[in-house]
């Protein structure tokens, strides 16, 4: 936990999370800032493994179009947390062509599931990392996650 004031949170995020061996920290500075979301970059190499390991159905191999309702019990007309309305049957344009990609709205970081994002712990090649420019809340983040799931 030293420097943590001297250096850039981004930083210190992708070093805990790279590194593997201090999840403590991650965690902590987690719970101090501000959250991140995942973002898949494109040195994925196409493996498949994450896909089924998230909780939401977030992710999606390239390509493929998606929906807010796969995976979740969202039907029809939904209002997501932060307010945002959508057609939770509609069906959605690819986020990526040529690699497998995350829908922002429905990752919630495996928040309430699991105790790391579930994407970036069986990523073999390490490309699941967080996104600086989708910063979001640990409250945030639940509450997106009992929306998605009607709970
Ligand atoms: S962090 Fe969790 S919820 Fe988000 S995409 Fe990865 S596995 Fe899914
Ligand atoms: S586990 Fe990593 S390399 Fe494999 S598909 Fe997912 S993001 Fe790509």
């Not at 593997?20 to 987690?30: G, R």
């Not at 029809?76 to 959605?92: E, Y």
Request: glycine share 4%.
């Amino acid at each position: 936990m030293k420097k943590i004031k001297e250096e850039p949170i981004v930083h210190l995020m992708y070093a805990a999370k790279n590194e593997k061996k201090n999840k403590v920290q991650l965690l902590i500075l987690k719970k101090t800032y501000k959250i991140m979301a995942i973002i898949i970059t494109d040195e994925c190499i196409n493996c498949g493994a994450c896909e089924p390991e998230c909780p939401n159905n977030a992710i999606y191999e390239g390509a493929d179009a998606w929906r807010y309702s796969d995976g979740t019990a969202l039907l029809g007309d939904a209002t997501l947390a932060g307010g945002k309305k959508v057609n939770a049957d509609a069906i959605n344009e690819p986020v990526e062509e040529d690699y497998y990609f995350i829908v922002a709205d429905k990752c919630t970081e495996c928040m309430g599931f699991h105790q790391e994002p579930q994407c970036a712990a069986v990523c073999p090649v390490d490309c699941c990392v967080p996104d600086e420019n989708i910063v979001e809340t640990e409250e945030f983040l639940l509450e997106k996650k009992k929306i998605l799931h009607k709970e």
